[in-house]
């Protein structure tokens, strides 16, 4: 492994890649990923064992930000213990090359980005491990949501290289209501007038209304009803009136303050035409595209994986890891997340995480001592 | 009961209703209900028990159109046995007075049109058969989604005309999750520069494009992920790529086609004032409100009553249907729709709906004779 080339352990380092052909036949010339790693304590980042973590949509490398619950000195992905790496997805807006991202002919990639698949994604990261780092093996890929496909398909097309595998709150391929809401999600991205067919980049105006109302959704899609309402129940936000004689946007249910909330802060930090490009990823997600079907691709898989889902979830629902389950070439086990929170139970309830990454985590290094 | 005022049976007459005021102390002069009947066979109407069937939100008066599966001769909703009322709501668009309604005073209602409660529905439908008509009972009140809502508001209103209460796939309250995208919904259509503040109306211009937008999230709240899954997985819509080099809006799944088909649909027959008046009644809906709250509300019912669920709805999931049970204070029974359909189990499961309806008025008919 070349470790000269990893960042210093916590941080992170922007590795270039060349040119990067899509599996739509696309070149993506100077492609580069941003890459975190960790590696605390005097033990060697060559000597460890390597943990691949895979972010979601809207997550980026900085693993330990987002999983910090389960993820650090002493945590279930022991950063004392492995060399954990996690970068930013092609396609993203956080240092890897994306629609935001300059374009090698002058201005930004914007439109001229190319429709990327999940496999797209898995072929950078793989180039960057194996073709860059020197990277052989890695003990575990582990991800949730849009990183359970990316985890997905690294071990069915990189079994050769994943030891093990852990996809979380994901499915064999989208399902059509996914589609559905990612489509609608797009189409009100595109529909913004700033928008300006993908190339708003550098104008000075940007998607930011469409990029809010397509969150405004995908958060509704991400949090269970259960946990939504504990919190905000019928409330009013404070100081306004949703019960008055005539309806205004002024007068709000404290739910609504709370979409408004979370609709900019992504507006802040994530770019629409990265959303647009990972959402596209998303609905372009099956693993049997292919491969002969999604059943025959499943029950090709040679890595022992452990699938795991959150019972509330409406966007993955749990029977998809079910199918996932009975399916798998190389099954391990399945693991249940019982939350109100839905599909973002694999972020907030990190005791449960903790305890399946650490069961998981057990089994794979007696998997590796065979 | 005036029977003279009775439209021909399976048609419809408008009833005006006077000035009506809102809840929140609103005045709606020169208010109409647009009134279906059914009386099919010799028996004269005033001869017959009374069933009052509640549209859903986006339905109308007709309910033989979309509940033809339950409501004609011989069906459960027995058009040759019962009187069969079903009135457009208030606030709605196909003849009862709405946002899209001349004003007296000139022009349309538009933004004038008040904030209204599912009460203030109820207490239109109210004045309506006892005010004008002169019912004295109703021997069931019947309706599903916001159609339930009603229903209960009857029962809890007006226990002195309901014999009997069965509402469909609906809550005690709104929950956070439903204003949450309920309330996305009516930013969609305020969005659209074509909303010119709610009075569009005779402009020559409407939202016509963020009632789609509306339209296509909810519609993936009404129609479960099992079912949109077997129609159209993960294809593509004929002639069309969406896995092609660069994404395009003209390269669509199938399922894209079949939400864009919904979108048009809604936008030629609906008006978005309406859309927005009847989807704010809904994150209204709480029949706790000014009564002790939830539970005491309900406990106080004094009317028979039947709920009904549907196993998939995420709109209205079935554990908001159980709690209805566990707390009504005269409960006949939970009946469970099963349905890869989800919310719509109510329109699509005619066979099952046909059960529940006949063992209810079956039981309607015990309680009226004691």
Chains 1, 2 share one sequence.
């Not at 093996?137 to 359970?148: D, E, K, Q």
């Not at 496909?149 to 399902?175: D, G, K, Q, Y």
């Not at 708003?200 to 509704?220: D, E, K, V």
């Amino acid at each position: 492994m070349r470790t000269a080339l990893l960042p210093p352990s916590g941080a992170s380092t922007t590795v270039p890649l060349g040119t990067f052909r899509t599996e739509a036949g696309v070149d993506v010339p100077e492609a580069a990923l941003r890459l975190f790693a960790w590696y605390d304590g005097p033990t060697a980042p060559h000597e460890r064992p390597v943990l691949l973590v895979e972010h979601a949509l809207t997550g980026d490398g900085d693993a330990a930000d987002w999983w910090g619950d389960v993820l650090g000195p002493g945590r279930a992905i022991d950063t004392t213990r492995y060399l954990v790496l996690c970068a930013n997805v092609l396609g993203g807006c956080h240092g890897s090359t994306g629609p935001s991202s300059p374009h090698p002919d002058g201005g930004y990639w914007g439109s001229r980005f190319p429709g990327i698949s999940i496999r797209d994604m898995v072929s950078a990261e793989h180039r960057l491990l194996t073709g860059v780092l020197g990277v052989e093996r890695v003990r575990a890929v582990i991800g949730a949501s849009m990183g359970g496909a990316r985890t997905l398909e690294w071990s069915l097309m990189h079994p050769e290289v994943v030891e093990t595998a852990l996809p979380v709150a994901v499915s064999a391929r989208a399902s059509a209501w996914q589609i559905g809401i990612q489509s609608s999600q797009i189409r009100f991205i595109e529909a913004d007038p700033c928008w300006q067919g993908g190339d708003y980049h550098g104008t000075g105006r940007s998607p930011r209304h469409g990029l809010g109302q397509a969150r405004r959704i995908a958060h509704l899609t991400y949090r269970g009803e259960l946990e939504l309402d504990e919190r905000f129940s019928t409330d009013p936000q404070p100081g306004e009136d949703p019960y008055g004689p005539y309806r205004s946007r002024d007068q709000r249910f404290a739910v609504e303050s709370y979409l408004d909330r979370q609709a900019e802060k992504l507006e802040e930090r994530f770019d629409a035409g990265s959303y647009v490009t990972l959402t596209d990823a998303l609905n372009r997600h099956d693993v049997g595209r292919g491969r002969g079907g999604m059943n025959a691709a499943l029950g090709a898989s040679q890595v022992p994986t452990t699938v795991v889902g959150v019972d509330t979830d409406i966007l993955y629902p749990y029977h998809q890891q079910e199918h996932l389950s009975r399916n798998l070439g190389d099954f391990i086990g399945l693991s249940r997340i019982t939350s109100p929170t839905g599909h973002d139970g694999f972020l907030t309830e990190g005791r449960q995480m903790d305890m399946v990454l650490r069961r998981h985590l057990g089994k794979a290094e007696i998997i590796a001592a065979r």
